[in-house]
């Protein structure tokens, strides 16, 4: 007697949702435990340092966030410097890869002056700094200050791995990496290797090899991106100055309106003009947008965002694996362009001063150059710094604004990083070498196209013109 599984019997196989969904299911969650650690309020005082002991559940939220945003800067130095050489390399077959680096400063120039003045118009028609009830009191000048000597000075490496040490002030000395100095010596070596010829081959072949063992590893680390979100956005809500908002609600209100403004107006509309779908791009790049905002840090999300763009955008590997890492060091429209040009503007409006013409022109000169004085260092606040001192404004102002930093950080950090992925896909839309198939393709289940299917695209600027 035949037997058979009529179609109603088949086993179905459990599939987790889309990669998207678990992220927004992860902002979600993320919100609530915070509100619920909030509300548990701290486990006491330290008597020895005065500082407050969390309890336990935002000490969990915190360890989760805290460790997946350390795996990802773990793979930023080695994934930038092999990257970067290996697309060096790459470029003895591209024509014209001058005129790509130009070109994509050029955009970075210009969408960062775009941002700077939506962030002063704002500044000046909603006065931030004429409707607060935060008192002088809270003025206070930060520890680390931004300078053109800074951006002088990180463009030599300390040593060919980029790293810097630091005191962590407990007798131990930690240990950080400056990405433009990375950037500096695998630009030196990727050139060095095509003058070399043949001899190089070895070397390259290593280099490549080793780039897709990192970004396999890589692949790893952001299959935990959606239970990370739990603790970032958590352990977010739990310990940052909320309650802060109320005396600067005003600035609040302008530096969000700035970031969508840029966000959902300038960077639809540049699309538009390209004839490139807005749906197609936001789809393409949430995954590195979402990581952005919850662990706002440009850096760490560095390698999401150089994946997303390569694989979901069409962006050529050759040209991708460069625009994107100088991007993340250089191409800030949240940090060093809306934060900046409104703060500057509060700080004036709060202490009385005027502001003419030619200060509103240095405010937009140091949002288009400057950014690159803050490559290395975290934070907008050095870029502030920066503005604050060109102007010759009070540098005390900067203690306003710290109790609600953690809060604006989140939506500036997401408008860096979509820029970032902005630029490269315009300037490879209007060089004709995107590739419009993938930017097109419908969104698969993953955070982008399984690693099989790219292997197959052409990895460099020149096979796709």
Not at 116 to 134: C, E, F, K, N, Y
Not at 150 to 172: H, K, M, Q, R, S
Not at 185 to 206: M, N, R, Y
Not at 393 to 412: F, N, T
């Amino acid at each position: 007697m035949n037997t058979f599984v009529t179609e109603t019997e088949k086993p179905t196989r459990f599939r987790l949702p889309s990669f998207g969904v678990q992220v927004l299911t992860g902002l979600v969650l993320g919100v609530v435990l915070g509100l619920v650690a909030r509300s548990m309020g701290a486990d006491g005082v330290d008597a020895a340092t005065g500082e407050v002991d969390p309890n336990w559940l935002t000490e969990t939220l915190s360890t989760i966030g805290g460790t997946f945003v350390t795996l990802l800067r773990a793979v930023v130095p080695p994934l930038v410097f092999l990257a970067i050489v290996a697309s060096i390399a790459n470029l003895r077959d591209v024509t014209g890869a001058a005129r790509l680096a130009w070109k994509t400063l050029a955009w970075f120039a210009t969408t960062a002056l775009i941002a700077v003045s939506i962030g002063i118009v704002l500044g000046l028609v909603l006065r931030p700094g004429d409707h607060t009830s935060v008192t002088a009191d809270a003025a206070s000048a930060p520890g680390t200050t931004g300078s053109w000597l800074d951006f002088l000075t990180g463009l030599v490496p300390a040593n060919v791995l980029g790293l810097e040490g630091y005191d962590n002030g407990d007798g131990t000395v930690g240990m950080s990496f400056n990405v433009l100095q990375i950037l500096v010596v695998a630009i030196a070596i990727g050139i060095a290797t095509l003058k070399v010829g043949e001899a190089a081959d070895p070397f390259l072949s290593f280099v490549r090899s080793a780039l897709a063992v990192v970004q396999k590893v890589l692949w790893w680390i952001i299959l935990l991106a959606p239970i990370a979100t739990v603790g970032l956005l958590g352990n977010a809500v739990a310990s940052y100055g909320w309650d802060a908002l109320g005396s600067l609600g005003m600035f609040t209100v302008a530096i969000y309106a700035g970031l969508f403004l840029v966000l959902l107006g300038v960077y639809p509309a540049l699309l538009r003009l390209n004839g490139l779908s807005v749906k197609q791009f936001f789809s393409g790049a949430w995954p590195a947008i979402s990581l952005a905002f919850v662990s706002r840090s440009s850096v760490g999300t560095m390698p999401v965002t150089e994946s997303v763009t390569e694989r979901n955008l069409g962006v050529p590997r050759a040209y991708a694996s460069f625009a994107v890492p100088l991007g993340a060091t250089t191409k800030m429209d949240g940090c060093a362009s809306i934060y900046p040009a409104i703060s500057a503007i509060f700080v004036a409006q709060f202490f009385g001063l005027d502001l003419s013409i030619t200060d509103y022109v240095l405010i937009a000169f140091v949002s288009v150059i400057g950014s690159a004085a803050t490559a290395g260092v975290t934070g907008a606040t050095v870029m502030l710094t920066l503005t604050l001192s060109t102007l010759g404004l009070p540098l005390e102002g900067v203690g306003l604004l710290l109790a609600i930093d953690p809060i604006l950080d989140m939506g500036r950090t997401a408008v860096n990083v979509t820029g970032q992925a902005l630029v490269p896909t315009l300037v490879a839309k209007r060089e004709g070498i995107l590739d419009q198939a993938a930017y097109d393709a419908p969104r698969g289940r993953g955070a982008w196209r399984e690693d099989a299917e790219t292997t197959a695209r052409p990895t460099t600027a020149a096979t796709a013109a």
